[in-house]
């Protein structure tokens, strides 16, 4: 099948030491950010699912500049700080997942009680209507 011929020249090229994977890592946060999120504000779910696609942190310091100083001097910093903003955006991003799952494991649950409750409601808006029936049928005996 084609699809697996190019999913399969993709994996090759994507395992080459000369792959801009930061590159193309950056590319697809850019491009997640730019993303439709469905849901209204007060929709557990789509907040939730928001915060999964946010959580990841982008740790490439930009060190683009004008001037060759400047650029060698942010590659420096960037190089010596490096491991600890590494260390520090993998932290936030895990908490950021972390923090997601709670939030859809909250909405699966508010989702199984609105169900519940619904249920709930039908069953006594049927007693309610039963009752109101009888009482019907009593006062017209007396």
Known sequence: MLADEVLAEAERL?????FPA??????RTAAARLAVTEGGR???RSAA?????????????????????????????RKLVGWYVRFLGHQ???????????GLA???R????????SAERAVIAAEIAALQ???????SRS
């Open 49 to 77: 699912l928001l915060l999964e696609q946010q959580a990841v942190i982008d740790i490439e310091v930009p060190v683009a500049s004008r001037t060759l100083p400047q650029r060698l001097v942010k590659q420096v910093v």
């Open 42 to 44: 007060g929709d557990v």
């Open 106 to 108: 909250v909405a699966e």
């Open 14 to 18: 994507a395992a080459e030491p000369s």
């Open 110 to 117: 508010l989702d199984r009680l609105e169900a519940e409750q």
């Open 22 to 27: 930061g590159y193309l890592a950056r590319v």
């Open 133 to 139: 029936a009888r009482v019907a049928e009593l006062e």
């Open 92 to 102: 936030v991003g895990v908490l950021g997942q972390a923090t997601a799952r709670l």
